[in-house]
């Protein structure tokens, strides 16, 4: 079965440095990879995708991902994270089945320090 | 944009409660989702739909139904509310089948 792990359940960061989140997923074939925020008391919101093609990805918010099939990772970054991205990041890949479940990480929080 | 609304943000339940959580998408998607999420679990997929009056259940089914009488509303139904079932819960809609989810703000259920 998929399973997709986020080694790291909080990070904190300086605001002004660079973030990277890590994202490892188990799949048989070429994945269908996502990665969403959520804000406090909210919903999640899409970042980014990846489906085939070109392996790094860029997303909204100045965030983007590369995909590493010989690493099984696909790892969020940003070079300069700002105070507003304290939230709570999300790994998923997409089941292999035909229903479109996706199947999600434990999540990472991210502090940011002033 | 896809918009996903729960109809409450914050429900209060007595326990022993049929509570109805509701969700509509205005995109005519055929997927819809309902989640919770709770500390250190993630999000587990509790039931979804890839058609009107079409069900499968998630990984977490047990206490809860639902109900898909029209596209664009999926109803999360919890038949007697217990403690157990204090969440949030999030509903999601998506397009095609792996595009990739479309959430709503989600519902804090507290039941007492």
């Known amino acids: 079965a998929q399973s997709v792990t986020q080694p790291d359940i909080h990070i904190t960061v300086s605001e002004g440095a660079s973030l990277e989140l890590r994202c490892n997923y188990s799949y048989g074939a070429t994945p269908y990879l996502f990665w969403y925020v959520q804000s406090p008391g909210q919903g999640l919101q899409l970042l980014l995708k990846?489906?085939?093609?070109?392996?790094l990805v860029q997303g909204i918010k100045g965030f983007e991902a590369e995909f590493k099939r010989s690493q099984s990772s696909f790892n969020l970054r940003k070079p300069s994270v700002h105070w507003s991205d304290a939230a709570e990041y999300f790994c998923?890949?997409?089941?292999?089945?035909?229903?479109?479940?996706?199947?999600f990480g434990q999540g990472t929080t991210l502090q940011v320090k002033p | 944009d896809v918009k996903v609304t729960q109809s409450s943000r914050y429900l209060v339940k007595r326990t022993g409660e049929k509570v109805f959580l509701e969700c509509v998408q205005d995109m005519d998607h055929e997927n819809m989702f309902w989640y919770r999420q709770d500390p250190g679990l993630g999000l587990r997929l509790i039931y979804f739909?890839?058609?009107?009056?079409?069900?499968e259940k998630g990984d977490i089914p047990e206490g809860y139904s639902v109900s898909r009488e029209k596209k664009e509303r999926f109803s999360l139904i919890l038949e007697s509310a217990s403690t157990n079932q204090t969440s949030m819960y999030l509903c999601?809609?998506?397009?095609?089948?792996?595009?990739?989810?479309?959430f709503g703000s989600g519902t804090r259920l507290t039941v007492v």
């Open positions: 998923a890949v997409k089941d292999s089945g035909n229903t479109g479940k996706l199947i």
């Open positions: 739909s890839y058609d009107v009056k079409m069900k």
């Open positions: 999601a809609s998506s397009f095609l089948r792996g595009s990739g989810y479309t």
């Open positions: 990846y489906f085939s093609g070109d392996t």
